[in-house]
């Protein structure tokens, strides 16, 4: 069988990968929309290979660079299974949608390409199957798959595919984005066992997690600072769907067990609010503090007193008149686009702000560029100098660090393991990530670029 990478190949977005078997069954796993590749406009809007000859999709998790482009692949023709488990189908729904909106927005200012709408989203519905963890499912006589639990977010499964050809059993692994050990809310990452080939993410390869308090430690310091100490607002840019539930969880339980004040939350993102209801409905697949907090509080993981959801247009109001502190979590995580950008708009310029990023940034994004320490940033087509703190943490973060990344591949080895794909990260932080390995596995690693085809 032959693998290609056609996605997330030396950077971390629009996964995308390609099984091709010798009898011409063909399987993708994940089939993202490519953020970062500016220098080909298309590449979202068309596949490399053709999408009627994939027979199955299976899908990681929800997040768009692993989600977003099935629609378009419905479009060109794609009608096979989309395979994942059920918290991600309940997610997809709404993150499709979802961009969906966004692309006819840009497509009105004519800045992008409109991929596919809502008849797409619809069919690409229709074509979902979903499937619980750890029991073995047959594709046909030659195909099984197995979804073993990736931490990340909700639902995020890694996919140990079992192939015979030719007479053997090859078996590949695909982690999709893995958690962070010990996150909030999110359980963690079981590795596959028995593997031939492993294709990883490596999102932070050559990063060692800082923080080393925890999350609600975090959060009492910056809270206290910005919020209390001060009349600030404590703004804190996070994805829709995980990030945003790990920080309303965190302060929800700090303000119950009082170890803060009620200071007022808004929390701006439909989407979010999309997403913490998932959470409550599928709360047997997040770890054990979310299941205990949830029997405990009658069924609720996010709500609490001094929790506004911003949800209309009179929300946007009482939150834009609201003139006390507060602490504002709104998407999306790396500030490119959402309604964070009008929050970064308002308040970059005021001192007595905070802005808390809590994710990785992908170089260019206007969150790298905060990062990076500019005095001004363009924003809504303004200029704008930045006044406000802003602040980094990863105590949020939903990847494995180097440490993570080492121990979770050590785990996988085995005496059948004989390739690594590094995918999903920068191409520095892969060789960097190579070069920290054992013995063992330095040399099993490949990173694979963008339409290289290998065979397994
Ligand atoms: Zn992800």
């Known amino acids: 069988m032959k693998y290609t990478c056609w996605g997330a190949a030396k950077q971390v977005t629009g996964s995308m990968h390609l099984l091709e078997l ?21 590449i979202n809007a068309n596949f490399a290979f053709d999408a009627k000859d994939v027979d199955v999709l299976l899908l990681t998790h929800a997040h768009i660079d692993h989600s977003g482009n099935i629609p378009n692949l419905v479009k ?14 309940y997610l997809l729904e709404k993150l499709w949608i979802d961009s969906v909106n966004i692309q006819n927005n840009n497509s009105k200012r004519n800045k992008g390409v ?13 074509q979902i199957l979903t499937y619980d963890y750890y029991r073995k499912f047959e594709l046909n006589d030659d195909v099984s798959f197995t979804l073993y639990e990736a931490g990340h977010i909700i639902g995020a499964a890694s996919i140990r595919l079992e192939i015979k050809e030719g007479g053997r059993t090859k078996t590949i692994g695909f982690t999709g984005d893995l958690g962070n050990p010990g ?22 390869g050559n990063r060692k997690h800082k923080e080393t308090r925890s999350a609600e430690e975090v959060l009492i310091e910056q809270v206290t600072n910005t919020c209390i100490n001060q ?15 790990s920080v309303l969880f965190t302060l929800k339980k700090l303000f119950t067990e009082g170890k803060l004040p009620p200071v ?51 929300d946007v109001e ?27 708009s308002d308040h970059i310029q005021n001192p007595l702000c905070t802005v808390l990023i809590a994710g990785f940034c992908s170089p260019g994004t206007l969150g790298a560029q905060l990062l990076e320490g500019k005095s001004s940033i363009r924003i809504k087509g303004n200029d704008k100098y930045v006044f406000a703190k802003v602040l980094q943490t990863d105590v949020f973060s939903a990847h494995p660090d180097i440490v993570g990344l080492t121990d979770y591949f050590e785990k996988s080895d085995s005496d059948h393991l004989q390739k690594i794909f590094f995918v999903h990260g920068e191409e520095e932080a892969m ?20 339409s290289e085809e290998w065979v397994l």
């Open 22 to 42: 010798d009898n011409g069954y063909t399987i993708l796993v994940d089939c993202g929309i490519d953020y970062e590749d500016k220098t080909n406009k298309e």
């Open 76 to 89: 060109q023709g794609f009608r096979g299974e989309i395979i994942c488990t059920e918290p991600t189908a």
């Open 114 to 126: 409109r991929l596919y709408g809502f008849a797409e989203v619809k069919k690409a519905n229709e």
């Open 183 to 204: 996150a909030k809310l999110i359980v963690d990452a079981k590795p596959m066992p028995g593997l031939d080939v492993l294709v990883s993410e490596t999102t932070y």
């Open 231 to 245: 009349e600030g607002r404590l703004i804190i840019p996070a994805f829709s769907v995980g990030r945003t539930q």
């Open 264 to 314: 007022r939350v808004f929390a701006d993102s439909p989407l979010a609010l999309a997403s913490s209801n998932i959470h409550n409905k599928f709360v047997r697949y997040l770890n054990e503090e979310a299941q205990e907090h949830h029997r405990e509080e009658a069924g609720s993981l996010f709500d609490f007193k001094s929790l506004h959801l911003v949800e209309d247009e009179e």
């Open 318 to 344: 009482d939150m834009e008149l609201y003139r006390e502190s507060c602490i504002i979590v709104s998407s999306a995580g790396m500030l490119e686009g959402g309604r964070i950008q009008h929050h970064i």
């Open 431 to 450: 060789y960097d990530l190579r070069d920290t390995l054992n013995d063992s596995l330095q040399p099993k690693v490949i990173i694979p670029g963008r």
